[in-house]
């Protein structure tokens, strides 16, 4: 069998407390401009030697602001995209090495649900056939049995099992979140990585959603990967966050942490930044600022890629690129100052 | 304090193929001078449709403002010696009545707003020079050499780095928060005295928002403006925000200063709304209050409450009657049958 390859690849025991792990990984995008002589050639460095573990059953929460990677690095672990270099373990399986039929099939297991709801589902196609997909492909299904998968399916992501025959157009935007939600669960991932997956909802419909993925994580032991820019949702859903910034994770702990005491000055800037929906709290608040000049992935900044725009910085972080810390189990930083005994700056 | 706007009781309506829409069903709040009026709501709720139809941006058909009144008092101020006296002496001018060219001299001239959407509010093939440029000779009868030296001035004011050298710079050559910064130099450029504001940050990144919220801050104060500030952010507003209008379904809820509209919310979707943000810096992740349903379809929105089907305080007469907007505490309006400020004080968040 094909999968032997694939079983061959297991590292350490399969039961390992870790569901997925990510190692060196970058995914280059290669590019070339200008005209003949002077054509240059070069590569958007969209993740850049990222590597993190994601326990079972855990939520690890990706932020960082636009084009820092978050997608890339979402689809690079999915293979959605082969990733330039480095290895993806997930439940023992290093997806690397997989050819396409054995990644094929290892999808069922791993899936991905996006942001945009609306686009990603087939208008022409009713919902019961939208979220049956997965299982025709995927699965040699009886009409009846799928149909009734479907029904469960429905029913537990809070729709209306009796809605089967009905078209996208006619379901609101949470809805459709949902409809999406339960077509990624069909074939019961053991992984799912949310790309942004309440990000075009209003503060309402969040909400249920967040209530839901929380619901259907405890109710089938899910493991995620949490992308969102909105860090206040992403504090509240995550376990662990990872900050990442030009390619690269910046810090790397748990939501408490994270929120109490980020160490690294990135981290701490947007922290600083974001709304809280407390005016006094709000007034109380001194900001951190940066200047807006966010360097190209294409051609990032020499030693820490943050130095550019960091107020702290000194000589060394523009020379040399700091190196992954731990500064306590469970924190992880990046970054030359960051004192690796005390924690402080 | 002064108003220097006021807007009492506009319906606007889209006639579509579909069906009416009733985008705004009575509209109603104050502007004082000087402060930040922050506007929230859900998408659809009638936020931007309420702008457009002050400043006569809406494309009509298929908009038709079919009733209302939006008084700019914003003229006293040009007349030191009627600073004082009641506003009956200094007649407003309603917008709403306004021809074409009347409407022109208000926007961008004593009315400066910015889009969400940067790039496609300004023009692509102009100079960010030229565009703020034109508004000064259009407005203050600027001379060409005049308009250039302030438009210079303008961009150094809002932050942009070498403002030299960007007055000949095109919008695509810009990065978000500097285009946002253009919006702001082109808004604040012939002195207005208000702005009107609509998601400026919602399509930038926390660090830039912060940002560009501290640039307006900062402006508001300096050119003594009042700022209409248009999000769904509702952390936004608890930051910037004197008073908050809160929108559901094409009419305010609720209008309240900003401390009493999070500690002691008086209608029940602004109480959900409040309940449904997740607490940051909580100590485990408690669940979300969520709400359950979706605001009414506009197209046939219902003869009662219009929150009526997600309200968790339903009774009764809630099916039958359209709240009125009530002042439920000195400067603190409801839209609800009911009270619900004074019954369930909410303590502060967190
Ligand atoms: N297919 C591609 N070809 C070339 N460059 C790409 C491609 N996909 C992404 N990039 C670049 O890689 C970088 C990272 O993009 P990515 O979409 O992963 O960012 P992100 O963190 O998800 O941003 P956002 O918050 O805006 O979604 C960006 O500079 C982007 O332009
Ligand atoms: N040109 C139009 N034709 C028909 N309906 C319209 C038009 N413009 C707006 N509407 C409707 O008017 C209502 C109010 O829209 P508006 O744009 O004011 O919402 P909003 O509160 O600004 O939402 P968002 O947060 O999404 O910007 C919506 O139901 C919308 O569909
Ligand atoms: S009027 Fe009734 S339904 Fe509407 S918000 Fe108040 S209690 Fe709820
Ligand atoms: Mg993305
Ligand atoms: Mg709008």
New interface residues.
């Given amino acids: 069998m094909k999968t032997e390859t694939a079983t061959n690849q297991i590292i350490g025991k399969t039961e390992s407390k870790n569901l997925v792990t990510v190692k060196n990984l970058k995914k280059y995008f290669p590019f070339s401009k200008g005209f003949f002589l002077n054509r240059k050639r070069g590569a958007v460095k969209a993740v850049d030697d990222v590597s993190f573990n994601i326990r079972r059953g855990e939520t690890l929460g990706v932020v960082g602001e636009s084009g820092c990677g978050k997608s890339t690095t979402g689809r690079a672990i999915l293979h959605l995209e082969r990733p330039t270099s480095g290895k993806v373990i997930i439940d023992g399986v290093d997806l690397t090495q997989l050819n396409p039929e054995e990644l094929r099939q290892m999808r069922p297991q791993i899936q991905m649900i996006f942001q945009d709801s609306y686009a990603s589902l087939n208008p022409r196609h009713s919902i019961g056939h939208i979220i049956a997909e997965p299982m025709m492909i995927h699965k040699n299904m009886q009409q009846d049995a799928m149909r009734s998968r479907v029904m469960e399916l429905l029913e537990l992501v809070g729709l209306n099992p009796n809605h089967y025959n009905r078209f996208p157009h006619e379901f609101s935007g949470g809805q459709r979140q949902r409809i999406n939600i339960a077509r990624a669960l069909s074939l019961n991932p053991k992984f799912v990585v949310c790309d942004e997956p309440i990000s075009a909802l209003d503060v309402s419909i969040q909400a249920q959603v967040i209530n839901l993925f929380q619901d259907l994580q405890k109710e089938l032991n899910l493991t995620y990967l949490f992308i969102a820019h909105d860090l206040s949702m992403v504090q509240h859903i995550s376990n662990r966050v990872a900050v990442m910034y030009l390619g690269k994770v910046m810090e790397l702990t748990t939501r408490d942490n994270l929120f109490n005491t980020p160490l690294h000055p990135y981290t701490q800037a947007l922290m600083s930044a974001i709304p809280i929906p407390d005016p006094v709290k709000e007034r109380q608040r001194t900001r951190i600022f940066l200047n807006e000049d966010v360097p190209s992935p294409a051609n990032p900044p020499q030693g820490c890629v943050f130095s550019t725009r960091c107020p702290i910085a000194e000589p060394i972080c523009s020379q040399r690129a700091p190196e992954y810390k731990a500064i306590e189990p469970d924190h992880f930083v990046v970054c030359h100052k960051v004192d690796k005994k005390r924690g402080e700056i | 304090m002064r108003k220097i706007l006021e807007v009492k009781d506009l319906v606007t309506r889209f006639y579509t193929f579909d069906g009416v829409v009733h985008a705004l069903s009575g509209v109603s709040f104050d502007l004082y001078k000087g402060e930040t009026l922050g506007i929230v709501g ?2 659809g709720s009638g936020k931007s449709v309420t702008m457009m139809s002050l400043l006569h941006l809406l494309p009509s058909p298929p908009a038709k403002i079919e009733n209302g009144q939006a008084l700019y008092y914003g003229d006293a101020d040009d007349k030191p010696d009627t600073n004082n006296k009641p506003d009956a002496d200094n007649k407003p001018i309603d917008l709403l009545k306004l021809n074409k060219s009347g409407i022109r001299k208000i926007r961008g001239g004593k009315i400066g707003f910015i889009f969400q959407d940067a790039l496609s509010a300004l023009n692509p093939v102009m100079t960010i020079g030229r565009q703020i440029g034109e508004t000064l000779i259009e407005h203050l009868g600027m001379s060409v050499q005049q308009a250039k030296t302030r438009t210079i001035e303008m961009l150094e004011y809002v932050g942009i780095p070498e403002p030299q050298r960007r007055f000949s710079s095109y919008p695509h050559q810009f ?1 978000g ?2 285009r946002q910064r253009t919006m702001i130099a082109l808004a604040i450029a012939c002195n207005p005295k208000i702005i009107i504001a609509d998601e400026p940050t919602t399509a930038l ?7 560009i919220i ?1 640039l307006v801050q900062r402006l508001k104060k300096e050119m003594n403006m009042s700022v209409i500030w248009i999000t ?9 925000a004197d008073r908050v209008v809160v929108m559901y379904a094409g009419a305010p809820v609720e209008i309240a200063p ?2 009493e509209l ?2 002691n919310p008086g209608h029940p979707y602004t109480i ?3 309940g ?8 485990e ?1 408690l ?6 349903g ?1 605001p009414p379809d506009l197209l046939s929105p219902p003869a009662h409450c219009q929150f009526a089907w997600r309200c968790s305080h339903v009774q009764e007469k809630c099916w039958k009657i359209v709240p009125e907007q009530k002042e439920i505490s000195s400067g603190h309006y409801a839209a609800c049958l009911f009270d619900f400020a004074d019954k369930t004080p909410i303590p ?3």
């Fill in positions: 859900e998408s990065s928060g500097m990144d926390v660090t830039v928002q912060a940002q501290e769904h952010d509702l952390g936004v507003v608890a930051g910037m900003v401390d999070y500690y959900k709304l409040l449904a943000l997740p607490k940051i810096g909580e100590k992740s669940r979300l209050e969520s709400i359950d979706t502060p968040l967190m």
